[in-house]
């Protein structure tokens, strides 16, 4: 069965300090993944997504993230964190596989708090 | 380009009674993906809809749930008889299908904020 870990329950990083958020998966298949962030009462806004090529993907509000195949991680990073980062984040996998309906499966969420 | 739109943002229904969530997808969008966000757990996915189709209801409940995505209009995601249970955040997303629906990127709206008294 396909899964998405997120390690850490909360992240806690200092302005203009680089953030990571950890992310791992397990997939049958290629797997292609995402990243979603979503603020207070709101939905969720797209980051950034690896389906294949460069293992480093760059995406909005200049978060990045690396695909690892042999760690099975997709961990997202900003070299220089804001306050208005501080939001949950959300890791998701689809795969090809016998039902390619893109269903995303996604991980717990990580809530970073990015303090002044 | 207005972006996914659902309606409403907030309903509260007492036990027993049926809630009608709408979504209206990005223009241009055929494909539909409802998911559900209950208190203290991730989001799951529900089911996939494109224009009269349900292609995967593998998340929906067997029971009282039920979703359709007609040739005009909204998608609707439709719960007969809620419960407390049943109180959750739901989130439609939207995707193009410009690729395998495995690779494309779905956009969500604000949900809608379902509260059973």
Partial sequence: A???AQPEDQV??????????????????NPYLFWYVQYPNRGLQFLLKYI??????????????????SQTSFHLKKPS???????????????????????????????????? | NAGVMQNPRHLVRRRGQEARLRCSPMKGHSHVYWYRQLPEEGLKFMV????????????????????????EGPSILRIQQVVRGD??????????????ASTDTQYFGPGTRLTVL
């Avoid at chain 1, 294949?52 to 990045?64: A, I, M, Q």
């Avoid at chain 2, 109180?87 to 395998?100: D, E, I, K, L, R």
């Fill in chain 2, 48 to 71: 996939y809809l494109q224009k009269e189709n349900i292609i995967d209801e593998s998340g929906m409940p067997k029971e009282r749930f039920s979703a359709e995505f007609p040739k």
């Fill in chain 2, 87 to 100: 109180s959750a955040a739901y989130f439609c997303a939207s995707s193009p299908q410009t690729g395998t």
């Fill in chain 1, 81 to 116: 964190a804001l306050v208005s980062d501080s939001a949950l984040y959300f890791c998701a996998v689809t795969s090809v596989g016998s039902s390619n309906t893109g269903k995303l499966i996604f991980g717990q969420g990580t809530t970073l708090q990015v303090k002044p």
């Fill in chain 1, 12 to 29: 806690n990083v200092a302005e203009g300090n680089p953030l990571t958020v950890k992310c791992t998966y397990s997939v049958s298949g």
């Fill in chain 1, 52 to 69: 294949t090529g460069d293992n480093l993907v760059k995406g909005s509000y200049g978060f990045e993230a690396e695909f690892n195949k």
């Fill in chain 1, 2 to 4: 396909q899964s998405v």
